[in-house]
């Protein structure tokens, strides 16, 4: 293997370590953010619930008051029936309580429903009240959890950071080095990963075939060979290709097809 991609490989596993990190404290504050969403959703709840309760209690105070004057009415009125001293007048006020008895009898029904709608509610109040309680602490949990994690890979962050750096210094001191770290960013930034393992003649990451001769350079670990002197790439995705024989064990072995198709005619 060429030396530069040997050190390629390692970078890679950093770099992607990297983006990893980047990506991760980057997207939990974005989870908390959608957390103090729900949060907040759920206080505007049972703000509607508490709004609908108060009402219904405004509703109740001002049907018992009028509930109250409309006895004192029919109290004074049966007083003036007493003292009345013509039908007339006995009719008029007749009239008169019956139509405040009515009243009386339509306010009591309204405020019974008003208390059976009550007791609804205060069980929605109770949903709420649960429903607030839970998502504040599925919040506070999270936005803990957030703040640990993030410090965490801050640190592991610059520690990789501090390896990258290290690793390009020391590639770039060898006589190809700056020019395979300049290809191996032009493809990292193109295709998001620039070294592919090839494994069972294959490229790990595009899946493509590995021509036989081009395997055969690959596998070859002698000092002149042609994976030794120069960068091989992918001839599909563009990748930086490298061989690791410790993977590469038999039983892993690509079997040729012409071999399959052959044992299946010996077992028939
Ligand atoms: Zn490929």
Same mark, same amino acid.
């Given at each position: 293997?060429?030396?530069?991609?040997?050190?390629?490989?390692?970078?890679?596993?950093?770099?992607?370590?990297?983006?990893?990190? =980047?990506?991760?404290?980057?997207?939990?504050?974005?989870?908390?953010?959608?957390?103090?969403?729900?949060?907040?959703? %759920?206080?505007?709840?049972?703000?509607?619930?508490?709004?609908?309760?108060?009402?219904?209690?405004? &509703?109740?105070?001002?049907?018992?008051?009028?509930?109250?004057? @409309?006895? &004192?009415?029919?109290?004074?009125?049966?007083?003036?029936?007493?003292?009345? %001293? %013509?039908?007339?007048?006995?009719?008029?006020?007749?009239?008169?309580?019956?139509?405040?008895?009515?009243?009386?009898?339509?306010?009591?029904?309204?405020?019974?429903?008003?208390?059976?709608?009550?007791?609804?509610?205060?069980?929605?109040?109770?949903?709420?009240?649960?429903?607030?309680?839970?998502?504040?602490?599925? @919040?506070?949990?999270?936005?803990?959890?957030?703040?640990?994690?993030? /410090?965490?890979?801050?640190?592991?962050? /610059?520690?990789?950071?501090?390896?990258?750096?290290?690793?390009?210094?020391?590639?770039?001191?060898?006589?190809?080095?700056?020019?395979?770290?300049?290809?191996?960013?032009?493809?990292?930034?193109?295709?998001? %990963?620039?070294?592919?393992?090839?494994?069972?003649?294959?490229?790990?990451?595009?899946?493509?075939?590995? =021509?036989?001769?081009?395997?055969?350079?690959?596998?070859?670990?002698?000092?002149?060979?042609?994976?030794?002197?120069?960068?091989?790439?992918?001839?599909?995705?563009?990748?930086? &290709?490298?061989?690791?024989? /410790?993977?590469?064990?038999?039983?892993?072995? &690509?079997?040729?097809?012409?071999?399959?198709?052959?044992?299946?005619?010996?077992? @028939?």
């Amino acid at each position: 293997m060429h030396t530069d991609l040997a050190k390629l490989v390692v970078l890679q596993v950093h770099d992607i370590e990297a983006k990893r990190l =980047r990506d991760e404290i980057a997207a939990l504050p974005k989870l908390v953010a959608a957390l103090e969403t729900k949060a907040a959703a %759920t206080v505007g709840q049972r703000a509607v619930v508490l709004d609908l309760i108060a009402k219904d209690e405004a &509703l109740r105070r001002r049907l018992e008051s009028d509930i109250a004057d @409309l006895r &004192l009415k029919v109290e004074r009125t049966q007083k003036k029936i007493d003292v009345a %001293t %013509t039908a007339v007048q006995v009719n008029a006020f007749e009239h008169e309580a019956t139509f405040a008895r009515a009243e009386i009898n339509r306010m009591e029904d309204e405020e019974l429903e008003s208390m059976e709608r009550g007791e609804a509610l205060e069980a929605q109040r109770g949903l709420a009240d649960e429903a607030v309680a839970e998502a504040a602490k599925t @919040l506070e949990r999270e936005r803990d959890r957030a703040a640990e994690t993030i /410090a965490r890979d801050r640190t592991l962050l /610059a520690e990789v950071d501090r390896k990258r750096i290290a690793l390009r210094k020391e590639i770039a001191q060898s006589e190809t080095g700056e020019a395979s770290l300049s290809t191996y960013d032009r493809i990292s930034r193109g295709k998001g %990963t620039a070294v592919s393992e090839a494994l069972n003649q294959k490229c790990t990451a595009c899946q493509m075939m590995i =021509r036989p001769q081009r395997w055969n350079d690959l596998r070859d670990n002698s000092a002149d060979s042609e994976s030794a002197l120069t960068l091989m790439t992918c001839e599909n995705c563009g990748r930086m &290709l490298y061989y690791d024989p /410790a993977r590469d064990s038999p039983d892993r072995k &690509l079997v040729p097809v012409e071999s399959i198709a052959a044992s299946i005619v010996r077992s @028939l």
